[in-house]
Nanobody
Framework: QVQLVESGGGLVQEGGSLRLSCAASGSIFRIDAMAWYRRAPGKQRDVVASITNGGTADYTDSVKGRFTISRDNAKNTVHLQMTSLKPEDTAVYYC???????????????WGQGTPVTVSS
């Protein structure tokens, strides 16, 4: 089994910054893509940013230029540096990873428990 644990969420004023972190542990042969999702109040959970094993990143339009996703393959971690935060960024942020637990395994998708981010105006 694979566990993902997020940290770094909190309360910040509009225009401020936060850095979210996610550490993967457990049975890990190889982590393919990693991503950050968020669920805002009254909305579905949507992808915010993703990054491949090779470091290619993609972002949803609303965060481009403000958020940066990065990963450390040696540590099985992924981070989301958030700057110029807006009230509409308020959400619970979830770490996601596509993982092969063993060399013979098919990849599976795993989720963290979520870390809340609140941006006040």
């Amino acid at each position: 089994q694979v566990q993902l644990v997020e940290s770094g969420g909190g309360l910040v004023q509009e225009g401020g910054s936060l850095r979210l972190s996610c550490a993967a542990s457990g049975s890990i042969f190889r982590i393919d893509a990693m991503a950050w999702y968020r669920r805002a109040p009254g909305k579905q959970r949507d992808v915010v940013a993703s990054i491949t094993n090779g470091g290619t990143a993609d972002y949803t339009d609303s965060v481009k230029g403000r958020f940066t996703i990065s990963r450390d393959n040696a540590k099985n971690t992924v981070h989301l540096q958030m700057t110029s935060l807006k009230p509409e960024d308020t959400a619970v942020y979830y770490c996601n990873a596509r993982v092969r637990e063993y060399a013979w395994s098919s990849p599976g998708t795993y989720w963290g428990q979520g870390t809340p981010v609140t941006v006040s105006s």
